[in-house]
């Protein structure tokens, strides 16, 4: 599959994790995590310099941009080398900003091991780290030049990680395919290779938003954002010690949904069906209790910069379809979180 962006184009290719390093640039230089390396080093051999930094979100710091750098000018990486993202969304978003950087850019490739880096982070070109005063406040547009994509490296993710790229995949299905959501209606999983038409499926459907709206001008990107306006509010309301975030856009999906057909904006039963399908897949579909209504829709409109009385929401038409709303009232928000 072909992805087109601003620069050029690049290619994103399914292969077995044995192949995943297979026939690598010369000049090229691993970055990863520690629990990739640990997990998958001896299957997926990297006859590359590679560095391997600490898993989690804190290593998407300006600190940790300095020590590869570093790293990479004290291992002699040029304008020509190659800089490999090897692991989940933290080191797709990290590496990418460190590629886009280096000697004022050079080329990167992703090879994604997590279910959410697959089907969402790993394309589209965005990277980027984060500061005290905000996620992702720093990054880039930076394509990678390719993307290989080897489901194997799933068999080892835990269902925390699992969760949070099945809250992004239904979420596919939600907004552009109701086919696909409608495999999440009935079926259980056996194996990872079960994920790869699924897998595919999501990265085609990321392709063609991001190559029509590249920089989010128009209104079809920020579709992606669905079900995640009302997730980072609960993300940043229980100070990210709460759900994690597949799981508060679970929630938001539901609560979002809620919105919409309160506005009229989509068939009554919408929300029900949708939460019906996140508990069979164990995903939340209701906030944690305790939250405030009025915190919530504070946090959003700091977010989202808002006007005083209105708030930007990419809401469900039906289940295939989402539109950007811009003007939805702050009480109807604040009813929907109050009365669901
Ligand atoms: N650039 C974008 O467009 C975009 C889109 C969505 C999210 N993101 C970013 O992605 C990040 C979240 O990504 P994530 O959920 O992949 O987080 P992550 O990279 O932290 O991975 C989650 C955990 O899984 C571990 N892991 C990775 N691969 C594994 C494997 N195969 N087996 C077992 N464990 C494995 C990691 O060590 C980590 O502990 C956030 O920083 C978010 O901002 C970026
Ligand atoms: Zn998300």
Redesign the pocket.
């Known amino acids: 599959m072909i992805v087109r962006h601003y620069r050029g184009s690049y290619e994103i290719e399914f292969c077995l994790t044995e192949g995943a390093f297979k026939e690598f640039p010369a000049d090229s230089f691993v970055i990863t995590?520690?629990?990739?390396a640990r997990?998958?080093g001896p299957a997926a051999p990297v006859s590359r310099p590679i560095f391997a930094v600490a898993?989690?979100?804190q290593s998407?710091s300006f600190q940790v941009v300095e020590r590869l750098v570093d790293w990479l000018a004290e291992s002699g990486a040029s304008r020509n080398s190659t800089v490999v993202a090897w692991?989940?969304?933290?080191?797709?978003?990290l590496a990418?900003l460190v590629a886009a950087v280096y000697m004022r850019g050079i080329e990167f490739v992703q090879i994604?091991?997590?279910?959410?880096?697959m089907v969402?982070?790993?394309?589209?070109?965005?990277?980027?780290i984060?500061t005290g005063k905000g996620?992702?406040l720093v990054g880039a547009f930076w394509p990678p030049s390719q993307v290989r994509v080897a489901v194997g490296?799933?068999?080892?993710?835990?269902p925390r990680?699992w969760k949070?790229?099945m809250a992004?995949v239904i979420k596919y299905g939600l907004i552009m395919d109701e086919a696909l959501f409608a495999q999440f209606e009935e079926m259980e999983w056996t194996s990872v290779e079960d994920w790869r038409p699924i897998v595919e499926r999501c990265i085609e459907l990321k392709r063609q938003v991001v190559e029509q709206d590249e920089f989010e001008t128009l209104g079809l990107r920020a579709t992606l954002n669905f079900g995640h306006t009302i997730g980072h509010a609960i993300e940043a309301a229980t100070n990210y010690a709460g759900p994690s975030?597949?799981e508060a856009v679970a929630i938001g999906m539901v609560i979002e949904t809620r919105l919409a057909e309160r506005l009229g904006f989509c068939p009554s039963g919408t929300a029900s069906r949708i939460a019906e399908c996140l508990a069979l897949q164990g995903l939340p579909y209701s906030a944690p209790p305790g939250l405030n209504p009025e915190s919530l829709v504070e946090i959003m409109q700091r977010d989202k910069k808002a006007t005083e009385r209105r708030l930007a929401f990419s809401l469900l038409t039906r289940v295939g379809e989402c539109k950007l709303f811009g003007g939805v009232p702050r009480e109807e928000v604040l009813a929907t979180l109050t009365n669901g």
């Open positions: 995590d520690e629990n990739v997990l998958h898993p989690g979100e998407k692991g989940g969304g933290v080191i797709g978003d990418g994604p091991t997590t279910l959410l880096a969402d982070s790993s394309v589209g070109g965005k990277v980027g984060d996620k992702n490296f799933l068999d080892t993710l835990d990680d949070s790229g992004e975030h597949g």
